[in-house]
T-cell receptor, first 112, second 114 residues
Framework: AQSVSQHNHHVILSEAASLELGCNYS??????LFWYVQYPGQHLQLLLKYFSGDPLVKGIKGFEAEFIKSKFSFNLRKPSVQWSDTAEYFCAVNTGRRALTFGSGTRLQVQP | DAGVTQSPTHLIKTRGQQVTLRCSPKSGHDTVSWYQQALGQGPQFIFQYYEEEERQRGNFPDRFSGHQFPNYSSELNVNALLLGDSALYLCASSLGLAGGETQYFGPGTRLLVL
């Protein structure tokens, strides 16, 4: 069965700091990878996704993620965070037509 | 263009009762998936409906059942509620069954079982 690990449960950064959130998955075949964000009081929304092609994926609000197949990783990055990036971030994976498997999430707190 | 809508937003039930949650997919979408999100956890897949049939099911007991209507809307039913069923229930819609399709999530229904 596929699984997703997000090792950083709570991250606190100052504005303008760089961000990298880790995501590792366990599955040996072809995968589709997603990062979702949940802002306070809002519903889950897609930040970016990878399903083929260029392993460096750019999403909304200046976020990007790199798929490294050899490391089973799909880390999320942003060069300079803003207070408005305070949210919970979820990595998710699926294979073929299977449903999404989510990680446990990383709570990001950006201090002004 | 309406996004995914869910009702009710909050619900309080007692152990042993039954509950029905409702979901209307994003316009143009035909596939509905349901997830359970316990506090401090990521969403866990319950089941998926397409063409009014359950297509996939996660590791949830038969107390969890669902239905999809011809207009693509969906219901999640939970029988014999347990305290552990307290969670945020999320509905997500997408177009078709391809794994790379983006799932769009609704705001969720927060269920509290006392």
């Amino acid at each position: 069965a596929q699984s997703v690990s997000q090792h950083n449960h709570h991250v606190i950064l100052s504005e303008a700091a760089s961000l990298e959130l880790g995501c590792n998955y366990s599955y040996g075949g072809t995968v589709n990878l997603f990062w979702y964000v949940q802002y306070p009081g809002q519903h889950l929304q897609l930040l970016l996704k990878y399903f083929s092609g260029d392993p460096l994926v750019k999403g909304i609000k200046g976020f990007e993620a790199e798929f490294i197949k050899s490391k089973f990783s799909f880390n999320l990055r942003k060069p300079s965070v803003q207070w408005s990036d305070t949210a919970e971030y979820f990595c998710a994976v699926n294979t073929g037509r299977r449903a999404l498997t989510f990680g446990s999430g990383t709570r990001l707190q950006v201090q002004p | 263009d309406a996004g995914v809508t869910q009702s009710p937003t909050h619900l309080i039930k007692t152990r042993g009762q039954q509950v029905t949650l409702r979901c209307s997919p994003k316009s143009g979408h035909d596939t509905v998936s349901w997830y359970q999100q316990a506090l401090g956890q990521g969403p866990q897949f319950i089941f998926q409906y397409y063409e009014e049939e359950e297509r996939q099911r996660g590791n949830f007991p038969d107390r969890f059942s669902g239905h999809q209507f011809p207009n693509y809307s969906s219901e999640l039913n939970v029988n014999a509620l347990l305290l552990g069923d307290s969670a945020l229930y999320l509905c997500a819609s997408s177009l078709g069954l391809a794994g790379g399709e983006t799932q769009y999530f609704g705001p969720g229904t927060r269920l509290l079982v006392l």
